[in-house]
């Protein structure tokens, strides 16, 4: 079975801007994570969906957003980039139910100049 | 309060030697679940080992294993026999909620994690 693939792999953008990230999960999953990683804060929460529907959200503003097609896969979106958004964002997959385990892509490195 | 704290930064270990990795956790919910993942320098998360909170056996899996205590609220990782290749940071982390309904649990909630190299 593939594993969950994330793409862009790098992306550099300019304070302001947008961006939109995109994660395939693993075939027959249908719940999908994102989580932020950097030095100062580690890894948080943002949200997941779960048939096409947010189901649970973390604290973050809400320049972040995200989608999920009927297919499963999942866009998240950033909009107005600060430097601040400059981070290994990872998507994670899983089933769905109950406290199932996530299994993670390799994540897309964002850098906002 | 922290929910996960893992009291290691960094640890050094030789090569074929066993390694513990701590982690306490806190939480008010009867249903979670305990994760251990590795990232190695590449940055990408590696699901390791899973402990359910009901589960009264210590889940295993290969070299690494989970000494699940409740009532301290830990859950440490074992790895066996540890090997060059276990050079990576080791995060403990925690989902909480889901119940008996099917419905999802809350997301990940990560520890700071634990630096570990291992010396030939």
């Known amino acids: 079975k593939a594993g969950v693939t994330q793409t862009p792999r790098y992306l550099i953008k300019t304070r302001g801007q947008q961006v939109t990230l995109s994660c395939s999960p693993i075939s027959g999953h249908r719940s999908v994570s994102w989580y932020q990683q950097t ?23 809400g320049r972040f957003s995200g989608r999920q097609f009927s297919n499963s896969r999942s866009e998240m979106n ?36 | 309060a922290q929910k996960i704290t893992q009291t290691q930064p960094g640890m050094f270990v030789q090569e074929k030697e066993a390694v513990t ?4 956790y806190d939480t008010s919910d ?24 009901y589960d009264e056996q210590n889940a295993t899996e290969g070299r690494y294993s989970l000494n699940f205590q409740k009532a301290r609220k830990s859950a440490n990782l074992v790895i066996s026999a540890s090997q060059l290749g276990d050079s990576a940071m080791y995060f403990c982390a925690m989902r909480e909620g889901g119940g008996y309904s099917g419905g999802g649990a809350d ?9 570990l190299i291992i010396q030939p």
């Open chain 1, 39 to 61: 030095p100062g804060q580690g890894l948080q929460f943002l949200f997941e969906y779960f048939s096409e529907t947010q189901r649970n959200k973390g604290n973050f503003p």
């Open chain 1, 78 to 113: 950033v909009s107005t980039l600060e430097l601040g958004d400059s981070a290994l964002y990872l998507c994670a997959s899983s089933l769905g139910t109950g406290v199932d385990t996530q299994y993670f892509g390799p994540g897309t490195r964002l850098t906002v100049l």
């Open chain 2, 21 to 24: 990795l701590d982690c306490t």
């Open chain 2, 30 to 53: 009867q249903s979670y679940g305990l994760f251990w993942y590795k990232q190695p320098s590449s940055g990408e998360m590696i699901f390791l080992i899973y402990q359910g909170s």
């Open chain 2, 107 to 115: 997301g990940l909630t990560f520890g700071k994690g634990t630096h």
